[in-house]
């Protein structure tokens, strides 16, 4: 019983000491939207739609220097997401988003001013980070767009 005893003290203790050591747990997140632009007009209409399963890759360093590589899908709405949850000290510093492809069948060429977009993640713990709209158009714009 004493052996036991000794075990479930050293057992708390060790619980009591990894809660008490100050390491916080922070998360982040990242998200966007990937549309297809179907007249190429640089405009959102009526005859514009998002992009389900466009591929979006999302390179992340951290502040103790580590890089980290994400790859994400859209949904059926055309948002994709990443999160992590990470110690406060390995959070993210810096970001770089960029569009891989497109599977719709008309809508895969990639607009000029979608090639990537980096920036600095300073936001708290929780809150997000959302990145511009990626835009592909189709190789044929439709005859209904001229």
């Known amino acids: 019983m004493d052996s036991q005893l000794r075990k479930l003290v050293a057992g708390l203790f060790l619980l009591s000491a990894i809660f008490v050591s100050g ?5 982040g997140e990242i998200h966007g939207r990937v549309v297809c632009d179907v007249c190429g007009d640089s405009s959102i209409g009526p005859e514009d739609h998002v992009l389900e399963g466009a591929e979006v890759a999302v390179l992340c360093i951290t502040k103790s220097g ?4 994400y790859q994400a899908f859209t949904n059926d709405k055309g948002i994709y997401t990443v999160a992590e949850t990470m110690s406060e000290s390995d959070r993210w510093d810096a970001c770089l988003a960029r569009p891989i492809s497109s599977f719709h069948e008309h809508c895969t060429q990639l607009g000029e001013t979608s090639t990537g977009v980096k920036f600095s993640y300073n936001r708290p713990s ?16 439709p005859t209904y767009c001229i």
């Open 23 to 27: 390491v916080k747990a922070w998360t």
């Open 66 to 69: 580590e890089v980290l590589n």
């Open 126 to 141: 929780g809150f997000s980070h959302r990145v511009k709209p990626f835009v592909y158009s189709p190789a044929n714009v």
